[in-house]
Protein backbone atom coordinates (compact mmCIF):
# COMPACT_ATOMS: atom_id res chain seq x y z
CA UNK A 1 0.00 0.00 0.00
CA UNK A 2 1.66 3.52 -0.89
CA UNK A 3 0.21 6.42 0.97
CA UNK A 4 -0.62 10.07 -0.76
CA UNK A 5 -1.14 13.14 0.97
CA UNK A 6 -4.91 14.15 0.76
CA UNK A 7 -6.11 15.89 -2.43
CA UNK A 8 -5.68 19.52 -1.72
CA UNK A 9 -3.08 19.27 0.90
CA UNK A 10 0.27 20.06 0.71
CA UNK A 11 3.68 18.42 2.31
CA UNK A 12 6.20 21.20 3.02
CA UNK A 13 9.73 19.76 2.73
CA UNK A 14 12.63 20.50 5.10
CA UNK A 15 13.71 21.76 1.37
CA UNK A 16 11.58 24.66 1.20
CA UNK A 17 11.24 25.39 5.05
CA UNK A 18 13.65 28.24 4.77
CA UNK A 19 11.08 30.00 2.27
CA UNK A 20 7.87 29.50 5.28
CA UNK A 21 10.45 30.45 8.35
CA UNK A 22 11.81 33.59 6.44
CA UNK A 23 8.16 34.59 5.25
CA UNK A 24 7.10 33.93 9.30
CA UNK A 25 9.61 35.62 11.01
CA UNK A 26 9.04 38.75 8.97
CA UNK A 27 5.56 38.91 9.00
CA UNK A 28 5.73 38.18 12.73
CA UNK A 29 8.84 41.24 13.31
CA UNK A 30 6.30 43.74 11.02
CA UNK A 31 3.08 42.95 13.53
CA UNK A 32 5.27 43.37 16.40
CA UNK A 33 6.22 46.83 15.23
CA UNK A 34 3.02 47.47 14.66
CA UNK A 35 2.29 46.43 18.26
CA UNK A 36 0.30 43.21 17.56
CA UNK A 37 0.88 40.01 19.65
CA UNK A 38 0.35 36.80 18.39
CA UNK A 39 -2.37 34.34 19.38
CA UNK A 40 -2.79 30.69 19.02
CA UNK A 41 -6.17 29.32 18.25
CA UNK A 42 -7.50 26.04 18.35
CA UNK A 43 -7.97 24.13 14.75
CA UNK A 44 -11.30 23.36 15.15
CA UNK A 45 -14.68 25.01 16.90
CA UNK A 46 -18.61 24.18 17.16
CA UNK A 47 -20.11 24.52 14.11
CA UNK A 48 -22.73 27.29 14.67
CA UNK A 49 -19.52 29.83 15.66
CA UNK A 50 -18.28 29.68 11.48
CA UNK A 51 -22.26 29.90 10.75
CA UNK A 52 -22.83 32.88 12.75
CA UNK A 53 -19.79 34.41 12.48
CA UNK A 54 -19.04 33.79 8.60
CA UNK A 55 -22.31 34.14 7.95
CA UNK A 56 -24.30 31.43 6.52
CA UNK A 57 -25.06 32.66 3.05
CA UNK A 58 -21.78 32.82 2.27
CA UNK A 59 -19.79 29.44 -0.22
CA UNK A 60 -17.29 28.98 2.92
CA UNK A 61 -20.11 28.20 5.06
CA UNK A 62 -22.79 26.22 3.00
CA UNK A 63 -20.32 24.60 0.54
CA UNK A 64 -16.58 24.20 1.88
CA UNK A 65 -16.58 23.87 5.26
CA UNK A 66 -15.14 20.82 6.87
CA UNK A 67 -17.76 19.40 9.52
CA UNK A 68 -18.13 16.07 11.49
CA UNK A 69 -19.87 15.47 14.33
CA UNK A 70 -17.40 14.15 17.18
CA UNK A 71 -18.15 10.85 19.49
CA UNK A 72 -19.73 13.35 21.81
CA UNK A 73 -22.07 14.07 19.22
CA UNK A 74 -21.09 17.38 18.84
CA UNK A 75 -21.06 19.10 15.49
CA UNK A 76 -16.89 20.11 15.28
CA UNK A 77 -15.73 22.25 12.06
CA UNK A 78 -11.94 23.03 11.12
CA UNK A 79 -11.53 26.43 11.19
CA UNK A 80 -12.51 27.68 7.68
CA UNK A 81 -10.46 31.29 8.36
CA UNK A 82 -9.18 32.78 11.66
CA UNK A 83 -11.47 35.60 12.94
CA UNK A 84 -14.41 33.92 13.87
CA UNK A 85 -11.67 32.15 16.43
CA UNK A 86 -9.97 35.08 17.47
CA UNK A 87 -13.55 36.76 18.20
CA UNK A 88 -14.47 34.20 20.20
CA UNK A 89 -11.18 34.08 21.79
CA UNK A 90 -11.66 38.08 22.55
CA UNK A 91 -14.81 37.60 23.68
CA UNK A 92 -14.18 34.41 26.15
CA UNK A 93 -11.02 35.87 27.55
CA UNK A 94 -12.73 38.93 29.01
CA UNK A 95 -10.22 41.12 26.31
CA UNK A 96 -12.30 43.86 26.06
CA UNK A 97 -11.06 45.13 29.73
CA UNK A 98 -7.79 45.48 27.92
CA UNK A 99 -6.28 48.80 26.99
CA UNK A 100 -7.73 48.98 23.22
CA UNK A 101 -7.11 48.66 20.62
CA UNK A 102 -6.86 45.04 21.35
CA UNK A 103 -4.26 43.67 18.84
CA UNK A 104 -3.54 40.27 18.17
CA UNK A 105 -1.70 38.08 14.59
CA UNK A 106 -1.88 34.78 13.76
CA UNK A 107 -0.25 31.99 11.62
CA UNK A 108 -2.56 29.44 11.16
CA UNK A 109 -3.94 26.25 8.73
CA UNK A 110 -7.24 26.81 7.66
CA UNK A 111 -9.26 24.08 5.64
CA UNK A 112 -12.05 24.76 2.78
CA UNK A 113 -13.15 21.88 0.98
CA UNK A 114 -12.35 23.96 -2.53
CA UNK A 115 -12.05 22.66 -6.43
CA UNK A 116 -7.97 22.47 -6.84
CA UNK A 117 -6.56 25.24 -8.79
CA UNK A 118 -3.23 27.00 -8.63
CA UNK A 119 -2.74 28.64 -5.25
CA UNK A 120 -6.50 27.00 -4.20
CA UNK A 121 -5.74 24.19 -1.52
CA UNK A 122 -8.01 22.21 1.17
CA UNK A 123 -5.52 22.98 3.68
CA UNK A 124 -3.65 26.27 3.34
CA UNK A 125 -1.91 28.92 5.42
CA UNK A 126 -3.01 32.43 6.55
CA UNK A 127 -0.88 34.73 7.94
CA UNK A 128 -3.35 37.59 9.35
CA UNK A 129 -4.00 39.61 12.86
CA UNK A 130 -7.32 41.30 14.00
CA UNK A 131 -7.79 44.61 15.95
CA UNK A 132 -10.58 44.98 18.02
CA UNK A 133 -12.17 48.51 19.75
CA UNK A 134 -10.62 51.24 17.43
CA UNK A 135 -12.83 52.91 15.25
CA UNK A 136 -11.04 53.53 12.38
CA UNK A 137 -10.37 54.85 9.54
CA UNK A 138 -6.41 55.42 11.35
CA UNK A 139 -6.19 51.73 11.95
CA UNK A 140 -8.30 50.49 8.46
CA UNK A 141 -4.58 52.83 6.89
CA UNK A 142 -2.12 51.13 9.82
CA UNK A 143 -3.17 47.27 9.12
CA UNK A 144 -3.10 48.18 5.04
CA UNK A 145 0.59 49.50 5.85
CA UNK A 146 1.39 45.89 7.86
CA UNK A 147 0.34 44.14 4.63
CA UNK A 148 2.48 47.02 2.68
CA UNK A 149 5.71 46.89 4.70
CA UNK A 150 5.79 43.17 4.43
CA UNK A 151 5.72 43.11 1.13
CA UNK A 152 8.52 45.18 0.98
CA UNK A 153 10.77 43.86 3.26
CA UNK A 154 9.78 40.57 0.77
CA UNK A 155 10.97 41.96 -2.15
CA UNK A 156 7.77 42.11 -3.05
CA UNK A 157 6.66 44.91 -5.96
CA UNK A 158 3.78 45.50 -8.15
CA UNK A 159 0.73 44.00 -5.88
CA UNK A 160 -2.31 46.28 -6.46
CA UNK A 161 -4.05 47.35 -3.14
CA UNK A 162 -7.70 47.22 -4.20
CA UNK A 163 -9.63 49.35 -1.62
CA UNK A 164 -13.66 49.56 -1.09
CA UNK A 165 -16.70 50.75 1.46
CA UNK A 166 -19.75 48.51 1.87
CA UNK A 167 -21.15 50.93 4.32
CA UNK A 168 -23.32 49.96 7.69
CA UNK A 169 -26.09 48.42 8.37
CA UNK A 170 -28.34 51.48 7.51
CA UNK A 171 -26.78 52.33 4.55
CA UNK A 172 -26.19 48.68 3.45
CA UNK A 173 -29.94 47.95 4.29
CA UNK A 174 -30.98 50.99 1.75
CA UNK A 175 -28.95 50.00 -0.80
CA UNK A 176 -29.72 46.28 -0.64
CA UNK A 177 -33.52 47.50 -1.53
CA UNK A 178 -32.38 49.43 -4.13
CA UNK A 179 -30.58 46.12 -5.67
CA UNK A 180 -33.60 44.03 -5.67
CA UNK A 181 -35.79 46.69 -7.28
CA UNK A 182 -32.98 46.85 -9.97
CA UNK A 183 -32.31 42.80 -10.03
CA UNK A 184 -35.80 41.93 -9.62
CA UNK A 185 -37.03 42.26 -13.56
CA UNK A 186 -33.56 39.74 -14.13
CA UNK A 187 -33.49 37.53 -11.59
CA UNK A 188 -35.16 34.35 -12.91
CA UNK A 189 -31.92 34.29 -15.73
CA UNK A 190 -29.34 34.02 -12.99
CA UNK A 191 -27.64 31.42 -11.56
CA UNK A 192 -29.16 29.65 -8.54
CA UNK A 193 -26.82 30.87 -5.99
CA UNK A 194 -27.72 34.78 -7.53
CA UNK A 195 -31.14 33.77 -6.84
CA UNK A 196 -30.97 32.84 -3.44
CA UNK A 197 -28.48 35.70 -2.52
CA UNK A 198 -31.26 37.73 -3.96
CA UNK A 199 -33.65 37.18 -0.78
CA UNK A 200 -30.94 36.99 1.95
CA UNK A 201 -28.30 38.92 0.80
CA UNK A 202 -28.51 40.88 -2.66
CA UNK A 203 -24.99 42.67 -1.90
CA UNK A 204 -23.12 39.08 -3.23
CA UNK A 205 -25.05 39.42 -6.05
CA UNK A 206 -21.97 41.71 -7.44
CA UNK A 207 -19.35 39.06 -7.03
CA UNK A 208 -20.93 36.24 -8.23
CA UNK A 209 -18.93 34.05 -9.98
CA UNK A 210 -20.97 32.57 -12.47
CA UNK A 211 -22.92 35.68 -13.30
CA UNK A 212 -20.23 38.49 -12.32
CA UNK A 213 -19.31 39.31 -15.74
CA UNK A 214 -22.67 39.79 -16.98
CA UNK A 215 -24.23 43.16 -18.31
CA UNK A 216 -26.67 43.03 -15.74
CA UNK A 217 -24.29 42.84 -12.78
CA UNK A 218 -22.14 44.81 -13.88
CA UNK A 219 -24.51 47.69 -14.93
CA UNK A 220 -25.82 47.42 -11.19
CA UNK A 221 -26.02 50.57 -8.61
CA UNK A 222 -22.55 50.33 -6.81
CA UNK A 223 -23.00 51.10 -2.60
CA UNK A 224 -19.94 53.81 -2.80
CA UNK A 225 -22.24 55.74 -4.44
CA UNK A 226 -24.54 55.17 -2.04
CA UNK A 227 -22.92 55.52 1.40
CA UNK A 228 -24.00 57.36 4.14
CA UNK A 229 -22.29 60.64 5.64
CA UNK A 230 -20.63 58.76 7.94
CA UNK A 231 -19.81 56.24 5.96
CA UNK A 232 -18.02 57.95 3.47
CA UNK A 233 -16.82 60.54 5.59
CA UNK A 234 -14.69 57.13 7.10
CA UNK A 235 -13.73 56.13 3.35
CA UNK A 236 -12.54 59.86 2.78
CA UNK A 237 -10.37 59.12 6.29
CA UNK A 238 -8.57 55.65 4.99
CA UNK A 239 -7.82 57.34 1.52
CA UNK A 240 -6.30 60.51 2.92
CA UNK A 241 -4.33 58.23 5.62
CA UNK A 242 -3.33 55.90 2.70
CA UNK A 243 -2.16 58.95 0.63
CA UNK A 244 -0.13 60.56 3.36
CA UNK A 245 2.10 57.43 3.41
CA UNK A 246 2.17 56.83 -0.15
CA UNK A 247 0.29 53.60 -0.21
CA UNK A 248 -0.85 53.62 -3.84
CA UNK A 249 -4.53 51.97 -4.24
CA UNK A 250 -7.45 51.50 -6.48
CA UNK A 251 -10.75 52.14 -5.82
CA UNK A 252 -12.77 48.90 -6.71
CA UNK A 253 -16.37 48.78 -6.23
CA UNK A 254 -17.41 45.52 -7.12
CA UNK A 255 -15.05 44.09 -3.87
CA UNK A 256 -17.61 42.90 -1.60
CA UNK A 257 -15.38 39.88 0.10
CA UNK A 258 -17.20 36.50 0.18
CA UNK A 259 -17.60 36.83 3.86
CA UNK A 260 -20.83 38.31 5.52
CA UNK A 261 -19.13 39.59 8.72
CA UNK A 262 -17.89 42.83 6.72
CA UNK A 263 -18.72 46.62 7.23
CA UNK A 264 -17.07 49.61 5.58
CA UNK A 265 -14.13 48.98 4.35
CA UNK A 266 -12.91 46.07 2.70
CA UNK A 267 -9.56 45.56 0.49
CA UNK A 268 -7.54 43.17 -1.16
CA UNK A 269 -4.14 42.76 -2.40
CA UNK A 270 -4.23 41.33 -6.26
CA UNK A 271 -1.52 39.48 -8.34
CA UNK A 272 -1.56 38.35 -12.05
CA UNK A 273 1.05 35.66 -10.98
CA UNK A 274 -0.82 33.52 -8.73
CA UNK A 275 -3.23 32.25 -11.39
CA UNK A 276 -7.06 32.86 -11.58
CA UNK A 277 -6.52 32.89 -7.45
CA UNK A 278 -5.54 36.41 -7.91
CA UNK A 279 -6.19 37.91 -4.28
CA UNK A 280 -2.98 37.27 -2.13
CA UNK A 281 -4.27 38.84 0.63
CA UNK A 282 -7.75 40.01 2.10
CA UNK A 283 -9.34 41.32 4.70
CA UNK A 284 -11.66 44.72 6.37
CA UNK A 285 -13.74 46.41 9.28
CA UNK A 286 -16.22 44.09 10.91
CA UNK A 287 -18.40 46.74 13.34
CA UNK A 288 -20.69 43.93 14.28
CA UNK A 289 -19.11 40.57 14.60
CA UNK A 290 -17.96 40.87 18.46
CA UNK A 291 -21.79 41.76 18.97
CA UNK A 292 -23.42 38.90 16.60
CA UNK A 293 -21.05 36.69 18.20
CA UNK A 294 -21.74 37.26 21.94
CA UNK A 295 -19.49 39.79 23.10
CA UNK A 296 -20.23 43.56 23.78
CA UNK A 297 -21.04 46.10 20.40
CA UNK A 298 -16.95 46.71 19.47
CA UNK A 299 -15.39 47.46 15.97
CA UNK A 300 -13.18 45.51 14.98
CA UNK A 301 -10.52 45.03 11.66
CA UNK A 302 -8.28 42.86 10.37
CA UNK A 303 -6.78 40.69 7.49
CA UNK A 304 -5.66 37.26 5.92
CA UNK A 305 -2.69 36.67 3.74
CA UNK A 306 -2.82 33.22 2.05
CA UNK A 307 0.66 31.93 2.83
CA UNK A 308 1.08 29.53 -0.16
CA UNK A 309 -0.24 32.38 -2.79
CA UNK A 310 2.51 34.49 -1.08
CA UNK A 311 4.99 32.76 -1.97
CA UNK A 312 3.83 31.68 -5.35
CA UNK A 313 3.97 35.52 -6.16
CA UNK A 314 7.53 35.55 -4.48
CA UNK A 315 8.75 32.78 -6.75
CA UNK A 316 7.03 34.61 -9.86
CA UNK A 317 8.93 37.62 -9.13
CA UNK A 318 12.58 35.71 -8.32
CA UNK A 319 12.75 36.85 -4.90
CA UNK A 320 15.13 34.97 -3.21
CA UNK A 321 15.04 33.57 0.00
CA UNK A 322 18.22 33.34 1.70
CA UNK A 323 19.20 29.69 2.17
CA UNK A 324 19.48 28.07 5.91
CA UNK A 325 22.42 29.39 7.42
CA UNK A 326 22.29 28.34 10.44
CA UNK A 327 24.84 25.57 10.53
CA UNK A 328 28.28 27.10 10.13
CA UNK A 329 30.47 25.05 10.26
CA UNK A 330 31.26 21.13 8.82
CA UNK A 331 33.78 18.98 11.59
CA UNK A 332 35.34 16.03 9.66
CA UNK A 333 37.06 13.56 11.98
CA UNK A 334 39.23 11.35 11.28
CA UNK A 335 40.09 8.76 13.77
CA UNK A 336 37.86 7.86 17.07
CA UNK A 337 39.44 10.14 19.67
CA UNK A 338 39.35 12.92 16.94
CA UNK A 339 35.51 12.23 16.72
CA UNK A 340 35.11 12.30 20.68
CA UNK A 341 36.83 15.71 20.92
CA UNK A 342 34.15 16.83 17.88
CA UNK A 343 31.54 15.50 19.52
CA UNK A 344 32.36 18.02 22.68
CA UNK A 345 33.17 20.78 20.27
CA UNK A 346 30.06 20.56 18.68
CA UNK A 347 28.25 20.46 21.70
CA UNK A 348 29.88 23.84 23.26
CA UNK A 349 29.29 25.26 19.56
CA UNK A 350 25.20 24.86 19.99
CA UNK A 351 25.07 25.89 23.76
CA UNK A 352 26.33 29.18 21.98
CA UNK A 353 23.92 29.13 19.47
CA UNK A 354 26.18 28.07 16.38
CA UNK A 355 25.50 25.46 14.13
CA UNK A 356 27.46 23.05 13.27
CA UNK A 357 27.62 19.14 11.73
CA UNK A 358 29.29 16.30 11.59
CA UNK A 359 29.33 12.71 10.59
CA UNK A 360 26.51 10.41 11.91
CA UNK A 361 26.41 7.71 9.45
CA UNK A 362 30.13 6.18 9.48
CA UNK A 363 30.86 7.90 5.92
CA UNK A 364 34.50 7.26 5.08
CA UNK A 365 36.73 10.12 5.00
CA UNK A 366 35.82 10.95 1.17
CA UNK A 367 32.72 10.47 1.57
CA UNK A 368 32.62 12.77 4.19
CA UNK A 369 34.10 15.80 2.07
CA UNK A 370 31.84 14.96 -0.67
CA UNK A 371 28.85 15.54 1.61
CA UNK A 372 30.25 18.88 3.13
CA UNK A 373 30.74 19.76 -0.29
CA UNK A 374 27.36 19.51 -1.30
CA UNK A 375 25.88 21.11 1.67
CA UNK A 376 26.69 24.33 1.54
CA UNK A 377 27.83 24.51 4.67
CA UNK A 378 30.41 28.03 4.60
CA UNK A 379 33.13 26.31 7.08
CA UNK A 380 34.78 22.93 7.18
CA UNK A 381 37.42 22.15 9.55
CA UNK A 382 39.20 18.48 9.70
CA UNK A 383 40.36 17.07 12.54
CA UNK A 384 42.15 13.94 13.04
CA UNK A 385 45.53 13.44 15.54
CA UNK A 386 47.88 15.70 14.30
CA UNK A 387 45.14 18.62 15.13
CA UNK A 388 44.68 16.71 18.39
CA UNK A 389 48.04 16.70 19.51
CA UNK A 390 48.94 20.50 18.03
CA UNK A 391 45.54 21.41 19.91
CA UNK A 392 45.36 23.64 16.28
CA UNK A 393 43.09 22.81 13.33
CA UNK A 394 42.59 24.81 9.70
CA UNK A 395 39.13 26.07 8.93
CA UNK A 396 38.45 26.15 5.44
CA UNK A 397 36.32 28.81 3.92
CA UNK A 398 34.39 27.25 1.11
CA UNK A 399 33.62 29.56 -0.82
CA UNK A 400 37.22 31.08 -2.11
CA UNK A 401 39.41 28.07 -0.38
CA UNK A 402 40.85 30.42 2.40
CA UNK A 403 42.47 28.53 5.18
CA UNK A 404 42.76 29.96 8.97
CA UNK A 405 44.39 28.20 11.24
CA UNK A 406 42.68 28.12 14.88
CA UNK A 407 42.47 26.83 18.13
CA UNK A 408 40.49 23.79 18.84
CA UNK A 409 39.12 25.31 21.68
CA UNK A 410 37.98 28.71 19.86
CA UNK A 411 36.10 27.39 16.78
CA UNK A 412 33.06 29.47 18.64
CA UNK A 413 35.44 32.73 18.48
CA UNK A 414 36.30 32.52 15.04
CA UNK A 415 33.20 31.25 13.44
CA UNK A 416 31.40 34.48 16.12
CA UNK A 417 33.81 36.92 14.50
CA UNK A 418 32.29 36.30 10.67
P1 LIG B 1 -10.42 35.28 2.72
O1 LIG B 1 -10.42 36.29 1.63
O2 LIG B 1 -11.44 34.23 2.71
O3 LIG B 1 -10.49 36.11 4.06
O4 LIG B 1 -9.01 34.59 2.78
C1 LIG B 1 -7.82 35.35 2.92
C2 LIG B 1 -6.75 34.81 2.00
O5 LIG B 1 -6.56 33.43 2.25
C3 LIG B 1 -7.11 34.87 0.51
O6 LIG B 1 -6.84 36.14 -0.02
C4 LIG B 1 -6.18 33.82 -0.05
O7 LIG B 1 -4.89 34.34 -0.25
C5 LIG B 1 -6.13 32.79 1.06
N1 LIG B 1 -7.00 31.65 0.74
C6 LIG B 1 -8.35 31.57 0.89
N2 LIG B 1 -8.80 30.37 0.50
C7 LIG B 1 -7.72 29.68 0.06
C8 LIG B 1 -7.52 28.37 -0.47
N3 LIG B 1 -8.54 27.52 -0.62
N4 LIG B 1 -6.26 27.99 -0.80
C9 LIG B 1 -5.22 28.83 -0.63
N5 LIG B 1 -5.34 30.08 -0.12
C10 LIG B 1 -6.57 30.50 0.22
C11 LIG B 1 -10.46 35.56 5.30
O8 LIG B 1 -10.16 34.41 5.54
C12 LIG B 1 -10.74 36.55 6.40
N6 LIG B 1 -10.73 35.83 7.69
C13 LIG B 1 -9.74 37.67 6.38
C14 LIG B 1 -9.98 38.65 7.46
C15 LIG B 1 -9.38 38.70 8.65
N7 LIG B 1 -10.86 39.64 7.41
C16 LIG B 1 -10.83 40.29 8.56
N8 LIG B 1 -9.94 39.72 9.34
Known amino acids: ?41 PTFEQTDLFQRGVGDTTDVVTKEMYTFNDKGGRSITLRPEGTAGVVRSYIENGMASLPSPVRM ?72 EMLKDYFRPHVDTMCEDCRARFEKNPLRMIDCKIDGEKDVVRNAPRLIDHLCDDCRAHFEGLKSRLDAVGIKYEIDPNI ?71 VKIYLAGMSDAANTKIAKICYDLRLNGIGCETDLMNRSFKAQMKYAGKSGIPYLAVIGDDELASGQVNIKKMEDGTVTPVELDKIADFLTAK
Open 256 to 326: VRGLDYYTRTVFEFVSENVGTQGTICGGGRYDGLVENCGGAPTPGIGFAMGVERFLLEAEAQGISFEENDS
Open 105 to 176: FYNITAFRYEKMQKGRMREFHQFGLEAFGSEGPSIDAEIISVVDIFFRKMGIKNIALHINSIGCPVCRNKYN
Open 1 to 41: MRYAAQKGTKDILPAEIYKWHKAERVFAGVCHDFGYEEIRI
